[in-house]
């Protein structure tokens, strides 16, 4: 088949904003249901926020905090990790446990004829998980196994480096807990952890599937009535940011490859700048028909999957460039890689380009929350920072109305270089002269060996 015979894209489907039905209840928890009829399974994600308290105390809190996301589930006084375990299983429900700088979240699926029993299992874990201390030592010391690894590795260097340098004593400065403080975390402060921090007031139960709203909720409240604790949320604290000058070299010896990373503030959710930004960021290097792309990897052959995105966190957004190259070419593509982002804020995008960014984005968006699954974590992390459930559908629409001139402006404030910090994880020997014709190099040390 030809090219010619390739028919066009079509206009990206409008997103319906999601039938969400919400309450509250006298616990504090919110709870949303979406019913989504003709797929036998619900999605369910609690969301409770478990920021640090202040940057005193972040890197402990971190630490317990991981240990915690996998000893909840070592038992409860009724029920030891494997009853608990085919409990679950019984319902078609595996239970997962993750945390970060702004929350803990609690997710599974299931059948939804297992939704009682589930959230009667889950109240248990929220109200009497036991904490056994010879299994929380287990946890722990594997757990701090794997990041004294993970820390080995040039990727999780390079975004550590980035994260300290943009974020200072800010809790999200701690991308990943420090192995001995891990190690240092035993049962009784998981349990006041859990206690303190683990708390319905604040907290957001998001259920999408075969579900009637109604029924679902009154499920909910019996089940989780009992969930109570005193004490309000703690969010992140606000985050002030300034480029660091120059580019801090995280000296690697003998590493065949290098890391750039660059990064800055970026629109939250919630600012009218994000559409135009988000399209920026996509035609910059958000995707394979990005210029980034095209110049590093398909004309030059120094990278393999450079990329650009916007993060979101609750006190702070980010724009971010990743890119991992050969030794040799360091200097060479962290200058393309700025020459790009120059380009972006100096010069408008083309309406072709503009177009085909609008509709990838859109794309994803239609696809990523197509599944059960994905509905049901975009929308926990959108009720987590204060968005309706709607905000999908008026996104949408704000991308759909964004000009090129927008674009060009927003390139102009959150792409320009001298607005991101920038880190290079390598071989200082071999690439420190070269970086430093393109700015003040600090060369730090403790990355590891190649």
Do not use: C, K
Not at 195 to 216: K, M, N, T, W
Not at 232 to 242: D, I, K, R
Not at 369 to 384: D, I, V
Not at 426 to 437: I, K, M, P, S
């Amino acid at each position: 088949m030809t090219a010619a015979l390739i028919p066009p894209l079509g206009e990206p489907r409008p997103q319906p904003a999601p039938a969400a039905e919400e309450t509250t209840l006298p616990n504090g928890l919110r709870v949303v249901v979406v019913p989504r009829p003709g797929v036998p399974l619900v999605e369910l994600r609690l969301r409770v926020p478990f920021a640090a308290a202040g940057a005193r105390n972040a890197g402990v809190h971190a630490a317990r905090g991981a240990v915690l996301s996998g000893a909840v589930l070592l038992g409860t006084q009724r029920h030891d990790q494997a009853q608990v375990a085919q409990l679950l299983q019984s319902h078609g429900a595996e239970l997962s446990v993750s945390t970060d700088a702004d929350r803990l979240v609690f997710g599974t699926t299931l059948l939804p004829g297992g939704l009682g029993p589930v959230l009667e299992l889950l109240a248990e874990l929220l109200t009497g998980a036991g904490y056994p201390a010879g299994r929380v030592d287990g946890e722990r010391d594997r757990l701090a196994e794997r990041i004294a690894i993970a820390r080995t590795q040039p990727g999780t260097i390079a975004r550590s480096a980035l994260a300290a340098r943009r974020y200072g004593a800010h809790p999200y400065a701690i991308q990943l807990p420090d192995a001995e403080l891990v190690a240092a975390v035993r049962a009784p402060a998981l349990r006041r952890l859990h206690r303190e921090r683990v708390l319905p007031a604040g907290s957001i139960l998001v259920l999408v599937g075969d579900l009637d709203p109604a029924a679902a909720t009154d499920t909910v409240a019996a089940a989780l009535e009992v969930w109570a604790g005193s004490g309000t949320a703690v969010q992140a604290p606000p985050v002030t940011e300034q480029p660091a000058q120059g580019i801090e070299l995280v000296h690697r010896p003998g590493a065949v490859q290098s890391n750039l990373r660059l990064g800055g503030p970026a629109p939250s959710r919630t600012d009218p700048d994000l559409p135009a930004t988000r399209l920026a960021a996509m035609v910059y290097g958000g995707y394979f028909s990005s210029r980034l792309v095209e110049n590093i990897r398909e004309r030059r052959g120094y990278s393999y999957s450079p990329r650009s995105a916007i993060d979101h966190q609750r006190a702070a957004s980010s724009f971010l460039v990743e890119a991992d190259v050969a030794t040799e070419v360091t200097g060479p593509a962290l200058l393309e890689t700025l020459y790009e982002l120059g380009r972006m804020a100096l010069t408008p995008v083309t309406a072709a380009e503009l177009d085909a960014a609008r509709r990838y984005v859109l794309g994803s968006m239609a696809l990523s929350t197509s599944t059960h699954a994905g509905l049901a974590s975009t929308l926990s992390a959108l009720l987590g920072v204060g968005l309706p459930a709607d905000w999908l559908s008026s996104h949408q629409r704000d991308l759909t109305a964004v000009t090129v001139e927008q674009v060009q402006a927003a390139a102009a404030r959150y792409l320009a270089p001298e607005a991101l910090t920038a880190v290079v994880v390598g071989d200082a020997d071999r690439v420190a002269a070269e970086l430093g014709t393109l700015a003040p190099v600090t060369v730090t040390g403790g990355g590891g060996q190649a």
